[in-house]
């Protein structure tokens, strides 16, 4: 069944589909999940760039100025190739799946001096502005000067120190960080979990530069919204969401009723009226879709063939038995009665006629019986393993025994030949062969039987000189009980012997055509390497 689905294929495919659609929705989750993230940092971004550029121009106003010789800030970051010093831009990057999420913020130091006091002075500028903004954005949002001490915040960190934070020592050399950290000191979420933004926080550390130099850094913090909170707002969408995966499920038990359910169904409802019956049920199995299927229901159809077959031919053989028993049996029930109504009135002669008729025709039940169980024995002969047979040696011994009756018996060809069919079976299919040609052709009749290597097989001729078989009774020769010589004690039952053994040993039987007489080829396997094969050393 070559280009059929099969119930595996078809279960594994419908499998890996239902459990796509829940592993897909994750998948979507978790990059929501982490666009969330992106979309904070990248607001903190904004709002440090602005709150960075405010602290700026305050502490130039505030008298500020550069007075350290060598730069501060790395260069690879101020003069990156392909890029103009004046643009620095900072892209949100920040990725669940990949970027790790750090400890808590470590807590604010004592500052070891006080700021400088045009930072003190930038940061007096900024703070109500920080105060607003975060009114608004609710973020966290501290500057610190250059050394790290908190000259402005949204908390109660004013002066102490935070140049122990790994953002902020980063920032301070010029270095743009964004990291993700834990809101207490719990243990970090699993990369299964979900909705890990409850228990994270975005930071954001921007350097404050004048030109080329790090005057200070803008911290800002942020819990970023949660899928749940993002998702609130979206019951239409999840309405619909959840409608098209009921939809796919319900697809996929579309797809395994019409592949699987379906068709097993079909073959069981006619397999069921088989079962009551019904002649030919199977013989319209349709087009399955999965080879299972199909291979069973070409398996049913032909069990179900095979037992109307032997359904007509037990019925015609009961048929054929009760017939070919009836005649002799009324003939011994007849002579019965005459003998039983007129025994004393008959003659020495009648009598030994009349119990001469019930013989012969007690002799004739005895030979159908006999001939009846060497049919059944054929009919049931399975294929045997390799057990050769020398057809020249099983016709030499038959030959003489009909050579004794009048019949002429010739053996001709290659005398070594062996088949897979046991002498005694052998005996058997020649022997009725030898039997029909006496029926057929007289007691004197002339038999010729020629062995030919086939190759593969072994070619069986036997022709005689007898009257020969018409074309029409050629199709019916092999048949129980058909025969044209009832009345020299044929059975009809021989020649259908002769098949069945043939049939059984994987060989054929058929009637050639000839001018004068009949003849019947037989072929059988042969035991050993054709005679023609290539021996290689």
Not at 26 to 50: F, K, M, N, P
Not at 115 to 140: C, D, F, K, N, S
Not at 190 to 202: C, E, K, P
Not at 314 to 323: E, K, M, N, P
Request: charged fraction near 25%; charge should be neutral.
């Amino acid at each position: 069944m070559k280009g059929l689905l099969s119930i595996r294929t078809v279960l594994l495919s419908m499998i890996s589909a239902a459990l796509l659609l829940p592993l897909s929705g994750l998948w979507v989750l978790r990059l929501y999940e982490s666009a969330l993230i992106r979309q904070t940092e990248s607001e903190l971004i904004a709002q440090g760039a602005v709150v960075a550029s405010a602290y700026g121009a305050a502490w130039r106003d505030a008298g500020g100025r550069i007075t350290i010789a060598d730069p501060t800030v790395d260069p690879r970051w101020t003069r990156r190739p392909g890029f103009d010093p004046q643009w620095l831009p900072h892209p949100a990057t920040l990725d669940l799946a990949s970027d790790p999420v750090l400890p808590a913020a470590p807590e604010p130091q004592p500052a070891p001096h006080p700021a400088q006091e045009a930072a003190r002075a930038a940061g007096h500028a900024v703070a109500p502005i920080l105060r607003e903004t975060q009114r608004v954005t609710l973020a966290g949002m501290r500057v610190v000067d250059r050394d790290g001490i908190v000259v402005a915040s949204t908390g109660d960190t004013l002066g102490q120190s935070l140049a122990g934070q790994d953002e902020i020592r980063r920032a301070l050399t010029g270095e743009p960080v964004s990291a993700m950290r834990l809101r207490g000191n719990g243990p970090a979420p699993s990369s299964v979990a979900f909705d890990r933004g409850r228990i994270l926080r975005v930071f954001c550390a921007l350097p404050v530069l004048e030109g080329d130099r790090v005057i200070g850094a803008v911290l800002l913090s942020r819990t970023p919204r949660t899928i749940t909170e993002a998702l609130a707002g979206k019951q239409k969408e999840l309405g619909v969401l959840a409608l098209l995966l009921l939809g796919a499920v319900a697809v996929l038990a579309t797809v395994g009723t019409v592949t699987i359910a379906a068709p097993l169904r079909a073959v069981t409802r006619r397999a069921k009226r088989v079962a009551e019956g019904e002649r030919g049920a199977l013989e319209n199995p349709g087009r399955p879709v999965l080879r299972e299927v199909a291979e069973l229901s070409d398996a049913l159809t032909r069990m179900a063939a095979t037992l109307e077959h032997r359904a007509d031919y037990i019925r015609d053989f009961a048929a054929h038995v009760s017939h070919e028993f009836k005649t002799p049996l009324t003939t011994i029930r007849g002579t019965v009665e005459l003998l039983r109504e007129h025994l004393a009135e008959m003659s020495e002669a009648e009598r030994d006629r009349f119990l001469s008729n019930m013989d012969a025709e007690a002799e004739r039940l005895s030979r159908l019986v006999r001939r009846l169980l060497d049919l059944a024995r054929a009919d049931v002969m399975r294929p045997p393993e390799e057990k050769a047979g020398h057809p020249a040696a099983v016709a030499a011994r038959l030959a003489d025994r009909f050579r004794a009756g009048g019949m002429t018996v010739e053996i001709d060809g290659d005398h070594t030949l062996a088949v897979t069919m046991g002498d005694e079976a052998l005996e058997t299919v020649l022997g009725n062969l030898l039997d029909n040609a006496r029926q057929h052709a007289g007691a004197q009749a002339r038999v010729t039987l020629t062995l030919c290597d086939g190759g593969d097989m072994v070619d069986l001729t036997m022709a005689d000189n007898g009257p020969g078989i018409s074309a029409a009774n050629a199709e019916r020769i092999f048949t129980p009980f058909f025969t044209t010589a009832r009345t020299q004690g044929g059975t009809g039952l021989g020649l259908a012997i002769v098949h069945s053994l043939v049939v059984a040993h994987g060989g054929t039987i058929a009637v050639l055509p000839c001018d004068h007489g009949a003849a019947f080829r037989l072929r059988l396997p042969r035991v050993g390497p054709p005679a023609n094969a290539v021996r290689e050393d």
